[in-house]
Each structure stands twice: as C-alpha cells, then as structure tokens.
C-alpha cells in the first residue's frame, strides 16, 4: 500500500468535479422506444449483446411470476418482487466477468438467475431453509442478504482483498433506495473510496422502502449524489431503460476493474408488485402513479427499441418466451424435490468444534425430533 504525494492510498483520485452525476438520469431510449438524447461519454452495447438481455428480461419475468405464484400455492414462504426491475436485475449481471462477484439483496433473485445459478437453489432460502441453496464461491455470488445494507460492507472487504491479491474480478453490491439510509451504505462508500475497492455500487430506487416514499426517506437531490461526499464516482440512469443502464454500468464496471477505485450507480425504477407477497400496495400508493410507471415497464421499451432497429424477429420473441416458459415448468416440477429439511442440520457448519450447550441442545432436540416420529 502506498500513500501518494496529494495523500491518498493506492494511486490517483477522480477530481471533484468528476465525480458528479447527470444532472437527470442517463438515458438512451424513451418510454416509447425511440431513440433519447444520449449523453456522449456513455457507449449502448451491440444489438447481438442488447438481444441477448432482452431474452434474458423475458425469463427474468418470467421466473417472477412464477415464484409470485408459488407463494399463492403456500409452496415457498416469501417472495419478494422484482416485477418492473428487470433493466436493472439483468444488466447488472450482464456486465460482470465470470471471475466477478454479485451481492444481492433478497429482491434480486431475478439477477441471481440471470448470472445462471439454478432457479431452484436460488428460492431455497425464501422457502424457509437455513442455508442459501447455492455455493456462493462455486457461482461467485454471494447469499440474498435481508439485513439492509450489511451485505456492502462485505462487497467492499470481498472487493478489497481481491485486489490485494491480484485478482482481476470486480465486485457489484446492490441496494435499494431504504437502504441508502443504513449507517452500513455509509461505511462502506467511505472504505471502498479510501481502499481504492473495485466495487460498483447499483442502487435500485424503486421509489419506496415498504410503505415509505422516496421523498420520507431522502432530501437529497438524487440518491446519486450520496457518493460525491465520499469521494466516490456517482451516476444516475433510467432504471428502466436497459440500454442505458446497461451501458452506465459497462463504464463503471471498467473504472473499477482499471484501478480508479468505486463507483456508485442510482437507477431509477419502480416495483409494480407489492413489497412481497404479504404486502398490500394499495395502502400506501395510488393506481394513476402504478400506471404511470407501467407504461415506463422496461420490457416492452426493449422490445420496441429492438424491433425499430430491425434486430428483434417474431422467432426471437418466441424463443424467448419458450425458454422463460420451460424454466417455469422446471421450476414447478423441482421446487419441493428434496422433501422437508433435516432440523438437525441447524447445528452443522457453524462451529468446528461446537460448544458443550450447542451439543447439549443437539441432543435434546434429537431426543424430542425421535418422540415425535415414534
Ligand atoms: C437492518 C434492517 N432494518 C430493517 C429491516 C426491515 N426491512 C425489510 S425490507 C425494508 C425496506 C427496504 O427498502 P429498500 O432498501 O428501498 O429496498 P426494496 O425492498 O424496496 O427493494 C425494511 C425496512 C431490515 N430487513 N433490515
């Protein structure tokens, strides 16, 4: 580690004036599908590259709404939806290398699926087991994480020993606008900018925390701005616009992966379903402004951007649509496979060599699990 002559660790840092978002939120493609003034310092991804996120939108909706159903059924506990955030779930796994890392929250299962884990495993843990389903180092993504915010403060440590190691892999964190009001999103800016962390911060503003509204949780102009304090390159992006979000993040994933240290992107979107599935929405927010923010749903702008520019056939979407409906089908056949868990399996893999009480317990708990099966 070396401190340089302007005195900061590890290297040179963006100057203020860098460091500021857009004054309005990047955007490539209107609400329409037609083409938006774009900022010039931003490139859109080939139309191979955007085809390629549009099928994946399609299964990441699909997959929504199967899990959606399944709580309906009493087959999973709890689903929290993503239903309208689909730009942001898919270009955020989109633009990582297999050797980089993702921290989601519990509402982006659709991103965990979108990197390829198996959509079973992901839904382990919102089926009630104690373990994530998935091998977090095997998939490089780390479990759904429901205490707000904690899981940046381990993105940032994640990301700031893999580059003290060497390694070239990034780390993505995400979050949602409540959990920019967490004492832990400040910690973690603050430590990703003085250690230099190759860390892309992705906060999806879906405009509510539960019930509370954007502007009861925030007086700042843009939750974007929150980085420029602490020294962090900010932006803010149409959260529903897949083109631009996935083109912010391209650039923010390279600042990282090049040794400028973190990078913090605000999307702006909407979750058109209620907070989970235990959740009334309209307690809390009217229908005119759901329909507005549906009419701004991030699929069909795709859709129509792609079809425009002639890239997107009807066989495309067909296939699409095919391959989301065959992952529902599997889903629904293999969800509850493995039976009800093995209770005693709590007391596994938390210590090497467990306390005289935890054996104690272990032993009562056996005796009790016994009384019950005789
Ligand atoms: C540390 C902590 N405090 C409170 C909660 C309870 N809680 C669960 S979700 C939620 C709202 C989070 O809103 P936001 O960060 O905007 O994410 P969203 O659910 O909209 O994706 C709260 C307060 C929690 N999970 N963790």
Request: hydrophobic share 40%; charged share 25%.
């Amino acid at each position: 580690m070396s401190i340089t002559a302007d005195g900061y660790l590890n290297g040179t840092r963006p100057a203020p004036d860098e460091l500021l978002p857009s004054a309005v939120p990047v955007r490539f493609v209107t609400e329409e599908g037609t083409a938006a003034d774009a900022p010039s310092e931003y490139a859109a991804s080939s139309d191979d590259r955007l085809g390629e996120a549009y099928r994946r939108m399609v299964v990441a909706r699909r997959f929504d709404q199967q899990a959606s159903a399944l709580t309906r059924q009493g087959r999973l506990a709890v689903y929290p939806s993503s239903r309208g955030q689909e730009a942001c779930q898919v270009a955020g796994a989109l633009a990582l290398r297999q050797q980089d890392w993702l921290f989601p929250t519990y509402r982006d299962t659709a991103a965990v699926v979108s990197r390829g884990v198996d959509p079973v495993e992901v839904l382990t843990l919102l089926r009630g087991d104690w373990h994530c389903g998935y091998d977090p180092v095997a998939t490089r993504v780390a479990p759904l994480c429901t205490p707000l915010a904690t899981q940046l403060l381990h993105a940032v440590g994640m990301a700031d020993a893999l580059r003290r190691r060497g390694e070239d892999a990034v780390v993505m964190a995400f979050v949602g606008d409540g959990g920019t009001s967490e004492g832990d999103f400040h910690e973690a800016l603050n430590f990703a900018a003085v250690f230099g962390a190759p860390v892309v911060f992705l906060i999806q503003n879906n405009q509510y925390a539960i019930s509370v509204p954007l502007a009861e949780q925030t007086a700042a102009p843009a939750l974007a701005y929150k980085g420029v304090g602490y020294g962090v390159r900010s932006e803010q992006v149409d959260g529903n616009d897949l083109v631009a979000v996935l083109a912010v993040l391209d650039e923010a994933v390279e600042h990282a992966r090049s040794g400028h240290g973190p990078f913090l992107v605000e999307a702006h979107t909407y979750r058109l379903d209620g907070h989970t599935n235990a959740d009334d929405p309209g307690r809390y927010r009217d229908e005119e402004e759901v329909r507005r923010w549906a009419a701004a749903d991030p699929l069909p702008r795709l859709q129509a951007w792609l079809r425009t520019r002639g890239t997107l056939t009807d066989q495309d979407i067909d296939a699409a649509q095919a391959e989301a409906e065959a992952l529902a089908a599997d889903l629904r056949a293999r969800i509850e496979l493995d039976g009800p868990p093995d209770v005693l399996e709590m007391f596994d893999h938390v210590y090497t060599h467990p306390t005289p009480q935890l054996n104690e317990q272990r032993r009562s708990l056996e005796t009790e699990v016994e009384g019950t099966e005789a």
